[in-house]
């Protein structure tokens, strides 16, 4: 008898000791760190190829009276670099301002009517080949980032183009018409949109893929046609008005002056 209740009041006291170890307060786990998100705020340099459109609408003066306006274009490809600073705010707003340089072989071959005698055509068809050489421009742009990995945005601002010289030629008889129209930079405005992800595949936060539409837009501008082999004026004036419009494909490579974020909860 007494051998049991020994036992009995051993078990008793081995389960009211597990019961109170389970009552007392436990050491919180340790806090993980939340992991960086890398900033967009910084500088960076890109570089990258596209494909362009142009149309320019055209109309001929001879002696003050416009004898009508035709329309007419080219296309081809380019290639662009730039550089540019960011920066990211409210987390997942982005302002930025940039410049980039474009080297263009945008080309047409841009056939007059009859009836337009201002190249020497003599009421014979002409044509000359034209294309834009090279384009500037610079700007802002406002960026969303639905994920921290990738930018959306639209751009916009002021912008160069040369287009060159024409040098008319009969389209009968491929003779050259001994009349030109000088090659010329047009000034004039754009926006546009795109995308840049960045790519996780080179282990490195600093390098993006960037995609980007523009349509730009330039002013009318009157030019003077002149006698090829001398210079000299003919009288005839040409005003013509272009419209560009470009699709760029680039890779940037960001500074990120601005360092990592962590994210706060």
Same mark, same amino acid.
């Given at each position: ?42 500088? #960076? ?10 149309? /320019? ?86 960026? #969303? ?19 060159? /010289? ?16 000088? /090659? ?82």
């Amino acid at each position: 008898m007494n051998k049991l209740l020994i036992a009995t009041a051993a078990v008793a006291f081995a389960t009211v000791g597990t019961a109170g170890a389970a009552d007392l307060p436990t050491k919180a786990p340790p806090m993980v760190a939340a992991a960086p998100v890398q900033s967009w705020t910084g500088c #960076y340099i890109d570089g990258g190829v596209g494909y362009g459109v142009w149309n /320019q609408d055209e109309s001929q003066f001879f002696g003050g009276v416009n004898s009508g306006t035709y329309t007419t274009g080219g296309r081809g490809w380019l290639g662009r670099a730039g550089a540019g600073c960011d920066y990211q705010f409210y987390s997942n707003f982005l302002f930025g301002v940039f410049g980039d340089y474009d080297w263009s072989n945008m080309k047409a071959t841009s056939a007059q009517p009859a009836s337009f005698t201002a190249t020497g055509g003599g009421g014979v068809p002409v044509a000359a080949d034209e294309k834009e050489k090279n384009a500037w421009h610079v700007g802002g742009r406002i960026g #969303y980032l639905p994920y921290q990995n990738l930018l959306t945005f639209i751009s916009g601002g002021w912008t160069e183009a040369k287009f060159s /010289q024409r040098d008319f030629y009969s389209l009968l008889t491929g003779i050259p018409t001994g009349v030109s129209l000088p /090659q010329h930079t047009y000034s004039g405005w754009f926006i546009g949109g795109g995308y840049e992800y960045r790519i996780p595949w080179f282990n490195t936060a600093n390098l993006t893929w960037k995609t980007e539409y523009r349509f730009a837009s330039y002013g009318a501008d009157n030019l003077a046609s002149f006698i090829t082999n001398t210079g000299v004026l003919n009288g005839d004036i040409s005003t013509d008005r272009k419209f560009v419009q470009t699709v760029t494909t680039s890779l940037v490579w960001r500074f990120n002056w601005g360092g990592p974020v962590v994210a706060r909860y």
